[in-house]
T-cell receptor, first 113, second 116 residues
Framework: KAGVTQTPRYLIKTRGQQVTLSCSPI?????VSWYQQTPGQGLQFLFEYFSETQRNKGNFPGRFSGRQFSNSRSEMNVSTLELGDSALYLCASSAIGAGDTQYFGPGTRLTVL | AQSVAQPEDQVNVAEGNPLTVKCTYSVSGNPYLFWYVQYPNRGLQFLLK??????LVKGSYGFEAEFNKSQTSFHLKKPSALVSDSALYFCAVRASLANSGYALNFGKGTSLLVTP
Protein backbone atom coordinates (compact mmCIF):
# COMPACT_ATOMS: atom_id res chain seq x y z
CA LYS A 1 0.00 0.00 0.00
CA ALA A 2 1.08 3.53 -0.62
CA GLY A 3 1.95 5.50 2.48
CA VAL A 4 0.57 8.76 3.75
CA THR A 5 1.23 11.59 1.33
CA GLN A 6 1.35 15.28 2.12
CA THR A 7 1.43 18.23 -0.22
CA PRO A 8 3.17 20.52 -0.59
CA ARG A 9 6.40 19.40 1.05
CA TYR A 10 7.73 22.92 1.50
CA LEU A 11 5.96 26.23 1.76
CA ILE A 12 7.07 29.79 2.37
CA LYS A 13 4.50 32.39 3.39
CA THR A 14 4.52 35.85 4.90
CA ARG A 15 2.84 37.00 8.09
CA GLY A 16 -0.87 37.58 7.74
CA GLN A 17 -1.34 35.18 4.86
CA GLN A 18 -3.25 31.94 5.08
CA VAL A 19 -2.18 28.46 4.04
CA THR A 20 -3.82 25.13 3.25
CA LEU A 21 -2.01 21.83 3.66
CA SER A 22 -3.23 18.55 2.23
CA CYS A 23 -2.98 14.96 3.43
CA SER A 24 -3.96 11.72 1.71
CA PRO A 25 -4.17 8.78 4.14
CA ILE A 26 -3.28 5.18 3.57
CA UNK A 27 -6.00 3.43 1.59
CA UNK A 28 -8.68 2.13 3.94
CA UNK A 29 -7.69 4.37 6.85
CA UNK A 30 -10.52 6.57 8.02
CA UNK A 31 -8.82 8.49 10.82
CA VAL A 32 -6.50 11.39 10.06
CA SER A 33 -4.59 13.31 12.72
CA TRP A 34 -2.48 16.43 12.42
CA TYR A 35 0.53 17.37 14.52
CA GLN A 36 2.80 20.39 14.67
CA GLN A 37 6.51 19.84 15.30
CA THR A 38 8.77 22.67 16.42
CA PRO A 39 12.19 22.63 18.09
CA GLY A 40 10.83 24.41 21.15
CA GLN A 41 7.51 22.68 21.73
CA GLY A 42 8.19 19.30 20.17
CA LEU A 43 5.29 17.34 18.72
CA GLN A 44 1.90 18.76 19.55
CA PHE A 45 -1.49 17.39 18.57
CA LEU A 46 -3.66 19.69 16.48
CA PHE A 47 -6.80 17.71 15.67
CA GLU A 48 -8.13 14.37 14.52
CA TYR A 49 -10.84 13.61 11.99
CA PHE A 50 -12.84 10.45 11.50
CA SER A 51 -15.56 10.00 8.91
CA GLU A 52 -15.55 13.72 8.11
CA THR A 53 -16.07 14.69 11.77
CA GLN A 54 -13.56 16.30 14.08
CA ARG A 55 -13.21 13.83 16.92
CA ASN A 56 -10.51 15.51 18.99
CA LYS A 57 -8.87 18.91 19.09
CA GLY A 58 -5.65 20.05 20.68
CA ASN A 59 -4.90 23.31 22.40
CA PHE A 60 -4.40 25.58 19.41
CA PRO A 61 -6.08 28.88 18.53
CA GLY A 62 -9.04 29.04 16.19
CA ARG A 63 -6.74 30.16 13.36
CA PHE A 64 -5.97 26.48 12.94
CA SER A 65 -8.76 24.51 11.34
CA GLY A 66 -9.21 21.37 9.34
CA ARG A 67 -11.63 19.21 7.50
CA GLN A 68 -11.94 15.73 6.10
CA PHE A 69 -13.57 14.70 2.87
CA SER A 70 -15.66 11.65 2.09
CA ASN A 71 -12.62 9.89 0.60
CA SER A 72 -10.80 10.43 3.96
CA ARG A 73 -8.40 12.98 2.50
CA SER A 74 -7.86 15.86 4.89
CA GLU A 75 -6.81 19.47 4.73
CA MET A 76 -5.70 21.83 7.43
CA ASN A 77 -5.82 25.58 7.17
CA VAL A 78 -3.97 28.24 9.10
CA SER A 79 -5.24 31.77 8.74
CA THR A 80 -3.46 35.01 9.60
CA LEU A 81 -0.08 33.37 9.79
CA GLU A 82 2.34 34.32 12.55
CA LEU A 83 6.10 33.82 12.70
CA GLY A 84 5.57 31.21 15.41
CA ASP A 85 3.56 29.06 13.01
CA SER A 86 6.78 28.08 11.25
CA ALA A 87 6.98 24.35 11.82
CA LEU A 88 6.86 20.89 10.34
CA TYR A 89 3.23 19.85 10.02
CA LEU A 90 2.74 16.12 10.15
CA CYS A 91 -0.29 14.16 9.12
CA ALA A 92 -0.94 10.62 10.34
CA SER A 93 -3.56 8.08 9.38
CA SER A 94 -4.86 5.04 11.17
CA ALA A 95 -7.67 2.54 11.12
CA ILE A 96 -10.57 3.01 13.50
CA GLY A 97 -9.40 1.47 16.78
CA ALA A 98 -7.70 3.35 19.60
CA GLY A 99 -4.90 0.80 19.63
CA ASP A 100 -4.28 1.13 15.94
CA THR A 101 -0.97 2.52 14.83
CA GLN A 102 -0.78 6.02 13.41
CA TYR A 103 1.34 6.11 10.26
CA PHE A 104 2.92 9.42 9.46
CA GLY A 105 3.52 11.23 6.22
CA PRO A 106 6.76 13.08 5.40
CA GLY A 107 5.36 16.39 6.58
CA THR A 108 5.00 19.88 5.18
CA ARG A 109 7.70 22.35 6.19
CA LEU A 110 6.06 25.75 6.60
CA THR A 111 8.22 28.84 6.90
CA VAL A 112 6.57 32.13 7.79
CA LEU A 113 8.59 35.25 7.02
CA ALA B 1 -3.93 13.94 31.67
CA GLN B 2 -1.45 11.90 29.69
CA SER B 3 2.25 12.61 29.51
CA VAL B 4 5.52 11.07 28.47
CA ALA B 5 9.00 11.78 29.77
CA GLN B 6 12.18 11.00 27.90
CA PRO B 7 14.82 11.94 30.46
CA GLU B 8 17.79 11.95 28.10
CA ASP B 9 18.14 14.52 25.35
CA GLN B 10 20.95 12.52 23.80
CA VAL B 11 22.28 8.99 24.06
CA ASN B 12 25.72 8.09 22.73
CA VAL B 13 26.73 4.49 22.09
CA ALA B 14 29.47 2.74 20.17
CA GLU B 15 28.53 0.58 17.20
CA GLY B 16 28.00 -3.02 18.27
CA ASN B 17 27.13 -2.14 21.85
CA PRO B 18 23.62 -2.47 23.28
CA LEU B 19 21.49 0.66 23.41
CA THR B 20 18.67 1.81 25.65
CA VAL B 21 16.46 4.85 25.16
CA LYS B 22 14.36 5.57 28.23
CA CYS B 23 10.68 6.46 28.44
CA THR B 24 8.29 6.84 31.34
CA TYR B 25 4.63 7.68 31.08
CA SER B 26 1.64 8.89 33.01
CA VAL B 27 -1.90 8.02 31.96
CA SER B 28 -5.28 7.26 33.46
CA GLY B 29 -6.13 3.64 32.96
CA ASN B 30 -4.21 1.26 30.77
CA PRO B 31 -1.77 2.77 28.28
CA TYR B 32 -1.17 2.25 24.64
CA LEU B 33 2.55 2.92 24.11
CA PHE B 34 4.44 3.58 20.90
CA TRP B 35 7.97 4.21 19.70
CA TYR B 36 8.72 6.17 16.55
CA VAL B 37 11.99 7.16 14.87
CA GLN B 38 12.62 10.29 12.83
CA TYR B 39 15.46 10.79 10.40
CA PRO B 40 16.45 14.32 9.31
CA ASN B 41 13.82 16.07 7.20
CA ARG B 42 11.55 13.05 7.35
CA GLY B 43 8.29 12.13 9.02
CA LEU B 44 7.96 9.73 11.91
CA GLN B 45 8.49 6.04 11.25
CA PHE B 46 6.71 3.49 13.44
CA LEU B 47 8.96 1.05 15.32
CA LEU B 48 6.75 -0.85 17.75
CA LYS B 49 3.83 -0.63 20.14
CA UNK B 50 2.44 -2.12 23.31
CA UNK B 51 -1.30 -2.60 23.53
CA UNK B 52 -1.76 -5.62 25.74
CA UNK B 53 -0.26 -9.03 26.37
CA UNK B 54 3.41 -9.88 26.54
CA UNK B 55 5.43 -7.14 28.23
CA LEU B 56 8.32 -7.59 25.80
CA VAL B 57 7.47 -6.18 22.41
CA LYS B 58 9.59 -6.77 19.32
CA GLY B 59 9.55 -4.31 16.47
CA SER B 60 11.26 -3.24 13.29
CA TYR B 61 15.03 -3.22 12.64
CA GLY B 62 15.85 -5.36 15.68
CA PHE B 63 14.37 -2.97 18.23
CA GLU B 64 12.40 -4.14 21.23
CA ALA B 65 10.80 -2.52 24.24
CA GLU B 66 9.72 -3.73 27.64
CA PHE B 67 6.51 -2.53 29.25
CA ASN B 68 6.86 -2.22 33.03
CA LYS B 69 3.58 -1.27 34.65
CA SER B 70 4.92 -0.87 38.19
CA GLN B 71 7.63 1.53 37.02
CA THR B 72 5.41 3.10 34.31
CA SER B 73 8.22 2.67 31.85
CA PHE B 74 8.58 1.57 28.25
CA HIS B 75 12.29 1.64 27.44
CA LEU B 76 13.48 1.01 23.88
CA LYS B 77 16.36 -1.40 23.46
CA LYS B 78 18.53 -2.98 20.81
CA PRO B 79 21.21 -5.62 21.49
CA SER B 80 23.72 -4.31 18.96
CA ALA B 81 23.63 -0.73 17.68
CA LEU B 82 24.35 0.29 14.11
CA VAL B 83 25.61 3.65 12.87
CA SER B 84 22.45 3.82 10.75
CA ASP B 85 20.38 3.78 13.98
CA SER B 86 21.49 7.36 14.62
CA ALA B 87 18.27 9.38 14.61
CA LEU B 88 15.68 11.06 16.82
CA TYR B 89 13.49 8.69 18.82
CA PHE B 90 10.07 9.50 20.19
CA CYS B 91 8.00 7.69 22.77
CA ALA B 92 4.24 8.27 22.72
CA VAL B 93 1.28 7.29 24.87
CA ARG B 94 -2.45 7.19 24.47
CA ALA B 95 -4.97 6.07 27.09
CA SER B 96 -7.11 3.07 26.26
CA LEU B 97 -10.21 4.61 27.84
CA ALA B 98 -13.04 5.02 25.37
CA ASN B 99 -13.48 8.72 26.06
CA SER B 100 -9.80 9.62 26.10
CA GLY B 101 -9.52 10.46 22.44
CA TYR B 102 -7.09 9.20 19.87
CA ALA B 103 -4.36 11.82 20.10
CA LEU B 104 -0.85 10.64 20.77
CA ASN B 105 1.10 12.44 23.48
CA PHE B 106 4.76 12.49 22.58
CA GLY B 107 7.88 12.87 24.63
CA LYS B 108 10.44 15.52 23.71
CA GLY B 109 12.54 13.03 21.83
CA THR B 110 15.96 11.48 22.39
CA SER B 111 18.74 11.93 19.88
CA LEU B 112 20.67 8.70 19.45
CA LEU B 113 24.22 8.91 18.14
CA VAL B 114 25.98 5.67 17.28
CA THR B 115 29.70 6.10 16.62
CA PRO B 116 31.80 3.69 14.54
Amino acid sequence: KAGVTQTPRYLIKTRGQQVTLSCSPISGHRSVSWYQQTPGQGLQFLFEYFSETQRNKGNFPGRFSGRQFSNSRSEMNVSTLELGDSALYLCASSAIGAGDTQYFGPGTRLTVL
Amino acid sequence: AQSVAQPEDQVNVAEGNPLTVKCTYSVSGNPYLFWYVQYPNRGLQFLLKYITGDNLVKGSYGFEAEFNKSQTSFHLKKPSALVSDSALYFCAVRASLANSGYALNFGKGTSLLVTP
